[in-house]
Every structure is written in C-alpha cells, then in structure tokens.
C-alpha cells in the first residue's frame, strides 16, 4: 500500500482509487443504490479519494454538500465519522451550502457533528 492510513481501521483511497472516487461521486449526487454497491465491493466509509474533483472529501462531506439527508444516515449508520475532514467538516460544508440541507445539519448535529 503507498501512502499512510488516514486512521487504524480505514485506509485512504489507495487501493482503489477509482472505487472511493466512484463512492464520493455517488454521494455527492445522492445515489444510495450506487453507494451501497461500491460499499459491497470495497469502498471505505471514512476514506477520501487521492484523485479528481473529489480529492480530499470523504463521501459525508460530499453527501452533506448536496443536502442528501439519506445518504447523510446511510452513512452515519455504517460509521462514518461526522468530524472527519482535512479541509472542511461535514457540517461546515453543509451550511456553508445551504441547499436543502436543514434536515442534513440536524442529521449531522444530532450525531455529535461540530
């Protein structure tokens, strides 16, 4: 594997690139179908893709930028962490967007999102 663990249980996007692109893609448009099936071949909760527009956002922030309340509690419910970023928290990308995200930032902020 190239590249340190993001954390102990869920690597970065190195194995399969185009898998966590393909899962941060999918959550940005809201496509639970789609993510639960990247899910099952692969795709970590927690991990961010290296490559493309999606570098660097796990697929909470992505899901929470488009206000996509159920792929939000798909993936809280599946242990995403709703802190988790290195350039901006879910919640922070939620408001900052406002785009049908009320229900999303009361998802995130009852799950502990700061």
């Given at each position: 594997?190239?590249g340190?663990?993001?954390?102990?249980?869920?690597?970065?996007?190195y194995?399969?690139?185009?898998?966590q692109?393909?899962?941060?893609?999918?959550?940005?448009?809201?496509?639970?179908?789609?993510?639960?099936?990247?899910?099952?071949k692969?795709?970590?909760?927690?991990?961010?893709?290296?490559?493309?527009?999606?570098?660097?956002?796990?697929?909470?922030?992505?899901?929470?930028s488009?206000?996509?309340?159920?792929?939000?509690?798909?993936?809280?419910?599946?242990?995403a962490?709703?802190?988790?970023?290195p350039?901006?928290?879910?919640?922070?990308v939620a408001?900052?967007?406002?785009?049908d995200?009320e229900?999303?930032?009361?998802?995130?902020?009852?799950?502990?999102?700061?």
């Open positions: 594997m190239v340190k663990k993001y954390s102990e249980n869920q690597p970065r996007g194995l399969h690139p185009g898998l692109w393909r899962f941060s893609e999918a959550a940005s448009r809201g496509d639970l179908n789609e993510m639960k099936r990247l899910f099952e692969g795709a970590k909760i927690n991990a961010e893709p290296f490559d493309g527009v999606f570098s660097g956002f796990p697929a909470l922030v992505c899901a929470a488009g206000g996509h309340s159920n792929v939000v509690e798909w993936l809280i419910a599946n242990g962490d709703v802190n988790l970023s350039n901006d928290t879910p919640l922070g408001i900052y967007r406002l785009r995200t229900k999303t930032i009361d998802v995130l902020k009852s799950n502990g999102a700061k």
